[in-house]
């Protein structure tokens, strides 16, 4: 059974910073894409960051550029997002997904691009 899990979510003060992780069990992702996305009530499922199979290339979207960085680790099927100077606007739901490439598409912003998804970790950034 596949399964992604993510964790590292809570309640934090803006300017703050989280780590999340993304544990995937079941089935070897190594060979994959992953990304982050989040999603805040009555909003859309929005593009945060992706990665490349091997950890070498990476994207993000306009508003966390310079204050996320998404890594892996392949070896243990584990993926993180650490956030720095979290903003009121942060606050979401963060899940984790996997591509169905070892590179992401020129969409790799698009939610159509990844066949896999966790349940989510909550962030809420208080000011």
């Known amino acids: 059974q596949v399964q992604l899990v993510e964790s590292g979510g809570g309640l934090v003060q803006a300017g703050g910073s989280l780590r999340l992780s993304c544990l995937a069990s079941?089935?070897?992702?190594?060979?994959?894409?992953m990304g982050w996305f989040r999603q805040a009530p009555g909003k859309e499922r929005e593009f945060v960051a992706v990665?490349?199979?091997?950890?070498?290339?990476?994207k993000y979207a306009d508003s966390v550029k310079d204050l996320f960085t998404i890594s892996r680790y392949k070896a243990k099927n584990t993926m993180w997002l650490q956030m720095n100077s979290l903003k009121t606007e942060d606050t979401a739901v963060y899940l984790c997904?996997?591509?169905?490439?070892?590179?992401?598409?020129?969409?790799?912003?698009?939610?159509?691009?990844?066949?896999?998804w966790g349940q989510g970790t909550q962030v809420t950034v208080s000011s």
């Open positions: 990665i490349d199979w091997r950890g070498a290339s990476r």
């Open positions: 997904a996997v591509a169905g490439t070892r590179y992401y598409s020129s969409r790799y912003y698009s939610t159509g691009e990844y066949n896999e």
């Open positions: 079941g089935r070897t992702f190594s060979s994959y894409a």
